[in-house]
């Protein structure tokens, strides 16, 4: 799928999210053409960063085109759309903890990470 109609399926999934979990939002949810392959297990990508900028950019939601590209390249679009709404939604999960004052998702990142880390004979 390439990034315009990504973009555009991004969009037309970001529809569908209330106004009000994307309050406080206010740097949007934008798509790159990056991949972010991660710098220690093979074959796991970024697909998806929530930011919390302190220093003046706000908060917004970055979804890499590139990291999807490489992992499902070849899926049929109902993959890409599946995986793009759980990415969004993750995301989101993020940003409203962000506003609560919690991190309970970023902790369960992080455990995952270190479970793929130790399946990949890393940690």
């Known amino acids: 799928m390439n990034i315009d109609r990504f ?27 990056d991949a972010v392959p991660d710098p220690e297990i093979d074959g796991v990508y970024t697909l998806g960063e929530y930011v919390d900028d302190p220093y003046g950019l706000g908060c917004f939601v970055v979804i890499y085109h590139g990291s999807f590209a490489a992992l499902f390249k070849g899926e049929p679009g109902h993959v890409w759309e599946k995986e793009l709404w759980a990415t969004i939604l993750h995301e989101i999960q993020h940003h409203l903890e962000g506003l609560a004052g919690v ?3 970023g902790q369960e990142d992080i455990r995952m990470w270190q479970e793929l880390k130790r399946q990949a004979g890393k940690a």
Request: hydrophobic letters at 45%.
């Open 7 to 33: 973009q555009k399926l991004a969009d037309k999934l970001v529809e569908k999210i209330p106004a009000k979990f994307l309050r406080g939002l206010n740097g949007g949810i934008v798509v790159v053409e």
């Open 103 to 105: 991190d309970d998702l």
